[in-house]
């Protein structure tokens, strides 16, 4: 039903750069023998799943939207899939991104854009907007995104989903094609909390192959959505607000409005709502567009011409320098070039303390900032963006806009905290989110107080 579904509206959405209708299956006939056979499976065994393909899959094209990795195949899973398949479900293809997941639209994609099911003349929010739109317009039931500072969230605002970035370090980046390792984190997009919750419980926990996985046990995150969606399960929880996004400089009037609607319903479930002051909100977005560039172009060094996908051999005298500059000349978008530089930059000796080196204590004092906010409440709510959904080309040429749509979204990177979005209503018609943050590792805490909301 879902690959009917993907060819029957894929050609307008593109949320899909690859459909592997074959290979879904097989998974699925798979999973049905197993139960057929009365094993154990998973509860989402042969359940299908949509990945965003800067995620490795095995012997399936993995290109992160870019034309330097067009044609690679890796040789590997990613943790996550590995889970996947171990759980019986079904992967249907690889899903459209801003290249190398940088950006906030999908159109960034050396592919071709991503549309958002709801308008198609609006973008479905990136860089995850394929796993997001294939969501939303019921072409996958769930999928996988990354968030390096809001590409599981913004997008599944922008679509009326559910999107989660757990705690850093709660689900295994190996196989992630990283972008910012400090920041990166995969986790689920779907439809309704339960369902994302159910897909952290296959797909997060320790992996020896990531050096920053958490060693511990998790609880059921499905348990805490379940818990969260009985009666009463708000009450006495403490949510907090930044008097920073009340004010709401920098965001749409409605949207602010949507969300103060949110938490007056929060407080008729039995919420208690407190005023903070997050000062150093107001530098998030500074900190991380020049700590995400830093480690942008340390990460992106690696495509080289030489280990993987294209290779382009200039006219002249090929020494290694020049096919290098030619493949990544050729290889790489202007969104891609504009924050390996801008990275580089900021690291270059004689700039690194002025720049990277602020950036980093940002972060640290930020964190701070979150520490003593959880010794008060007990989570933080936020909109999950400052607008609805923006035209497709509206914001192309203006990446100053494009960065301040993360407002919201990047202190939860930053810290390493947990965050959620889920859909909140409309705004102009467009589906808006409202997110949820926790303290690192109460992902069900987290789970449970949107599960209350939903
Ligand atoms: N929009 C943000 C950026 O462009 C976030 C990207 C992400 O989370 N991968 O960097």
Redesign the pocket.
Known sequence: AHLDRIESVDGALHAFLKVDGEGALEQAAAADAARNAGEATSPLAGVPVAVKDNIATLGLETTAASRILEGWKPPYDAHVVERLKAAGMPILGKTNL?EF????SSEHSAYGTTYNPWDLERVPG???GGSAAAVAAFEAPLALG???????R?PAAFTGTVGMKPTYGAVSRYGALA?GSS??QIGPAARTVLDAAMLQDVIGGHDERDQTSINRDWPSFADAARAGAEAGSMQGLRIGVAKQYLDGEGIDPEVLANFTASLERCRELGAEIVNLDLKTTEYAVAA?YLL?PAEVSSNLARYDSVRFGLRVVPEGKATTERVMSATRAAGFGDEVKRRILLGTYALSSGYYDAYYGSAQKVRTLLQREFDDAFTKVDVLAAPTTTEPAFKVGENINDPMA??L??LT??PA?LAGLPAISLPSGLVKGLPVGVQFMGPSGEDARLYKAAAALE
């Open positions: 801003d997941a940088m950006g906030s990136g860089s995850g990354t968030d390096t500072g809001g590409s599981i913004q972008m920041l990166d991380y995400m494009m960065y749509a993360d979204t990047i990177n």
